[in-house]
């Protein structure tokens, strides 16, 4: 069974620093993409930012170029998502997915979701 465990949410001040992680077992290959969406309050979830389990190369949305940074430990087969500077905007639910590459993610053909946390930015 693949499964996918997000975790590090919480509340945050304005400027402040979270750390998500995004735990995977169960895969069967190790080829894959792992990726982060958010989803604020509205209809459209946004892509936020992916890494290549092949590979190692990255993408992140412009609207958080600079201030996230996503990395992989892959002895513990976790992708973390590191969130400086965060701004209201961020705030939302923060889903950990996975595809089969970034093409696939690209077109939304996603595998596997794992459970969201949340993220709030408020003073």
């Known amino acids: 069974q693949v499964q996918l465990v997000a975790s590090g949410g919480g509340l945050v001040q304005p400027g402040g620093s979270l750390r998500l992680s995004c735990a995977a077992s169960g895969f069967a290959s190790d080829t894959y993409v792992t990726c982060w969406f958010r989803q604020a309050p509205g209809p459209e979830r946004e892509r936020v930012s992916f890494i290549s389990s092949s590979n190692g190369n990255t993408y992140y949305a412009d609207s958080v170029k600079g201030r996230f940074t996503i990395s992989r430990d892959n002895a513990k087969n976790t992708v973390y998502l590191q969130m400086n500077n965060l701004k209201p905007e961020d705030t939302g639910i923060y889903y950990c997915?996975?595809?089969?590459?970034?093409?696939?993610?690209?077109?939304?053909?996603?595998?596997?979701w794992g459970q969201g946390t949340q993220v709030t930015v408020s003073s």
């Open positions: 997915a996975t595809a089969d590459d970034g093409i696939n993610w690209l077109a939304g053909l996603i595998d596997h």
